[in-house]
């Protein structure tokens, strides 16, 4: 009798519906790490832009004075690349909270980026003067 070893076409149809069965759940992980990389993304966009603005503001104050820094709540304009993004940029005193000395004057400065309604990047300052 001459028998062959090899698979038969049964057991291949089977391999081929365990690996496809096997797969699906493995396409909706890929669907979930682009959504996540893409959130992480904007993230990463609106904390870049908050600290930019902050810095700039950092640099108004030691370039002027600390009276240079108005008060009030102003939105920057952002160019295109950063349409769907907002930043406000809020300065009120005195602070609404703890941390400013004794004896000085001090300014809150509270700069917030947000993609449509989303809030996704704060920074707060507090300017302190002497």
Do not use: H, W
């Amino acid at each position: 009798m001459n028998r062959q070893n090899g698979f038969t076409l049964i057991e291949l149809v089977l391999v081929i519906v365990i690996l496809a069965v096997a797969a699906v759940p493995l396409f909706g992980l890929f669907t979930q790490a682009s959504a996540s990389l893409l959130d992480n993304e904007r993230v990463q966009t609106a904390v870049q832009l908050a600290q930019e603005r902050a810095e700039g503001i950092l640099a108004q104050r030691r370039a002027q004075d600390f009276a240079a820094i108005g008060l009030g709540t102003s939105t920057d304009a952002l160019g295109a690349s950063y349409s769907a993004y907002t930043r406000t940029v809020t300065v009120v005193q005195p602070p609404t909270g703890p941390g400013c000395p004794a004896g000085a004057s001090c300014k809150e400065v509270v700069v917030n980026v947000a993609l449509g309604p989303d809030s996704l990047s704060e920074i707060t300052l507090l300017l302190v003067d002497y």
